[in-house]
């Protein structure tokens, strides 16, 4: 099983400029999640979706777009790029439901806006 | 909104000895997860170990073993026997049983230095 992944892998933007990073999942998972980690920092939640057409703002949405429209692939948008979305960002998905839902993360991108 | 605090920034142990990773949080909540994830330098997020807010159990993985004490909302990580290995960022994390989409909310890690 390939679990989560993500495409690319590193990438270097411009300011100004936009890109889609990609995310796809083979588990079958309803979950899925966007995160974006700053040096030397925790994991924060940029958008999430509980399913297909169904998506949510979490803790730092500005300047981010997603959309949902398979089970399997939840891409990111990032529009004008700024110095400030310097990070590494995680994919994540997990089963619905209250028990055992461990979120299973693809290996991030790491973004340079320049 | 949750919060999860990790006050040491960094921590250091010798290779077979013992470390201790602190984790509070603040939640107006009853019914919630507790993780610990470890982060190796690939940058994979790994999960070590969870503890259910409603077993007063704590949690035990191998060498890895969590102090859950709900009323302080503590939740420390204990590593015995430590290995070179064991050398990455952890972050502990919660969630909400109750919340919709099973989101979590991190702390800002420790790291783990092993020394052999």
């Known amino acids: ?114 | 909104a949750q919060t999860v605090t990790q006050s040491q920034p960094e921590m250091s142990v010798q290779e077979a000895e013992t470390v201790t990773l602190s984790c509070t949080y603040d939640t107006s909540e009853s019914d919630y997860y507790l993780f610990w994830y470890k982060q190796p330098p690939s940058r994979q997020m790994i999960l070590v170990i969870r503890q259910e807010a409603y077993k007063q159990q704590n949690a035990t993985e191998n060498r890895f073993s969590v102090n859950f004490q709900k009323a302080a909302k503590s939740f420390s990580l204990k590593i015995s026997d430590s290995q070179l290995g064991d050398a990455a960022m952890y972050f502990c994390a919660y969630r909400s049983a109750r919340a919709a989409g099973n989101k979590l909310t991190f702390g800002g890690g420790t790291r783990v230095l092993v020394k052999p």
């Open chain 1, 1 to 114: 099983n390939a679990g989560v992944t993500q495409t690319p892998k590193f990438r270097i933007l411009k300011i100004g400029q936009s890109m889609t990073l990609q995310c796809a999942q083979d588990m079958n998972h309803n979950y899925m999640y966007w995160y974006r980690q700053d040096p030397g920092m925790g994991l924060k939640l940029i958008y999430y979706s509980v399913g297909a057409g169904i998506t949510d703002k979490g803790e730092v949405p500005n300047g981010y777009n997603v959309s949902r429209s398979t089970t399997e692939d939840f891409p990111l948008r990032l529009e004008l790029a700024a110095p400030s979305q310097t990070s590494v960002y995680f994919c994540a998905s997990s089963y619905s439901g209250r028990k055992n839902t461990e979120a299973f993360f693809g290996q991030g991108t790491r973004l340079t806006v320049v």
